[in-house]
């Protein structure tokens, strides 16, 4: 079995920022604005392929550090026009731009305005028909990832947590752990896993990822639970126990990369640090835990590591209230609910918000 203090960093590999428009920017040496094809003309004389379409300071950051890296992202190329298309969640990009975000991501962040500068700048596409997408259940402890069959899967309205009448479809998991559900195209419910001798769990984003792709929910056993609550000090018996009348809570903050690149060990890597988690209502709840940039458990931490994750117990079950704050800048970068029921663990995944 795996180590419990690396619990929580796995499960949510499951399944913002904008570059900033290029209609207009300033150009440093002329003090006046330009629109995008006379920038063109100006800046193409020893550019990096082609950054100087891009904001100047972004440009300027580029050119002194990703320069070899960008001049491959030329004209023509799907890179350069990966380059010149915002960063959001939603974005295709192809595998030739990876090592050049990944630059832009470790030297150019601030400048380019890699992990959060889609916040409020994108949008989703919404299907106008029913869409279909593939769930894939797994023991986490299990090592390698052991596929559950016999778990029901419901998705669920999110005007209804009981689950009821607000049910658009439901099935249960092959052996190969695999459900394949169809909800309406404007769907933006929650998830609802049961069944196979595992904890009862609800799963939601902050934005509807499940539109864009597949994805893999893992499941875990009471022991699991139990020994985070020793590894962070909520319990001090393996048999002490939890308020059967409350729930617990597991994050994951994503920056505007999209979710291919979560559980990455290169750059680039869609999980971020510095996100500080607050919920309401938090009565009788531990305090929030995070995981280290190892992953594993600290109490200590004040914000996401760079493996993005945590969590709290002895959560309210109820509907609860999770907002996302960029701790450098105690700007909220998204906000959602989460399902939290009884004796069961509401997953929430953190998506930067998009357009209203």
Known sequence: MKDASLIVAAILCAPAC?????????????GTTFDAVERSALGAAGACGLSHMLE???DACIRANCCELAEECGDGTACGEDLLEPISPVADYSTDFDPLLGCMQRDCEQACQVNWGCVGEYSWPTPEEPYSFDVRVVDFAAEPDEPLPDVEVRA?????PTCESGQVDRAITDGDGVVNLVVPGGFEGFFAFSGGGYMDTTVQW?????????????ELQEEDVAGLALIT??????????????????????????????STDELPQAEVSGVRVEFEPNDGASQVFYTTATGGVSVTLEATSTDGVGGAFGVPARNVSVSFIDDATEREVAEGLVQVRPGAIGFVYMVPRSQP
Do not use: M
């Not at 570059?19 to 300033?26: A, C, I, N, Q």
């Not at 902050?206 to 893992?218: A, F, G, K, S």
């Not at 729930?247 to 979560?262: D, E, K, M, S, V």
């Open 18 to 30: 904008v570059l900033p428009t290029y209609e207009k920017v300033d150009s440093v040496e002329q």
């Open 233 to 262: 000090g909520v319990h001090s018996d393996p048999e002490q126990e939890f308020d059967p009348e409350a729930g617990h809570l597991i994050f994951r903050a994503q920056n505007c990369l999209p979710a291919r690149y979560l």
């Open 56 to 58: 100047t300071e972004c």
């Open 156 to 160: 669920c309205e999110g005007v209804d």
């Open 206 to 218: 902050t934005e509807p990822v499940q539109r864009l792709d597949n994805w893999i929910h893992y």
